[in-house]
């Protein structure tokens, strides 16, 4: 069992950064690839990355391409979103999750970077971009 801790979220003008942090224990993270998902109020769920274990690969919806960047610490146990140039639609819950049970550690099945099912969830940090 994987226990997943986001932090990092708060409070940021439209412009500014934040990265949010994704604490894994229990396991050995290595092999689990790490995706970032966010829900607004009102809103669905929305796949934003997804970083792979073996080769760090990584996968951004068109929503963030360009403005966010995943990245991972196997060593610490950590997985990252560093978030720049933020805009007020980007306010939302975000959570990590780890899968390997169901893509073996890529990020979803056929180069689709979106892991539609995975092993473990965190409870999710709240970024809210003022305007």
């Known amino acids: 069992e994987v226990q997943l801790e986001e932090s990092g979220g708060g409070l940021v003008q439209a412009g500014g950064s934040l990265t949010l942090s994704c604490a894994a224990s229990?396991?050995?993270?290595?092999?689990?690839?790490i995706g970032w998902f966010r829900q607004a109020p009102g809103k669905e769920r929305e796949a934003v990355s997804c970083i792979s274990s073996r080769d760090s690969r990584t996968y951004y919806s068109d929503s963030v391409k360009g403005r966010f960047t995943a990245s991972r610490d196997n060593a610490k146990n950590m997985g990252y979103l560093h978030m720049n140039s933020l805009k007020p639609e980007d306010t939302a819950v975000y959570f990590c999750?780890?899968?390997?049970?169901?893509?073996?550690?890529?990020?979803?099945?056929?180069?689709?970077?979106?892991?539609?099912?995975?092993?473990?969830w965190g409870q999710g940090t709240q970024v809210t971009v003022s305007s």
């Open positions: 229990g396991e050995t993270f290595d092999d689990y690839a």
């Open positions: 999750v780890v899968d390997k049970s169901f893509y073996g550690g890529n990020c979803g099945s056929g180069g689709s970077g979106v892991l539609l099912e995975y092993d473990w």
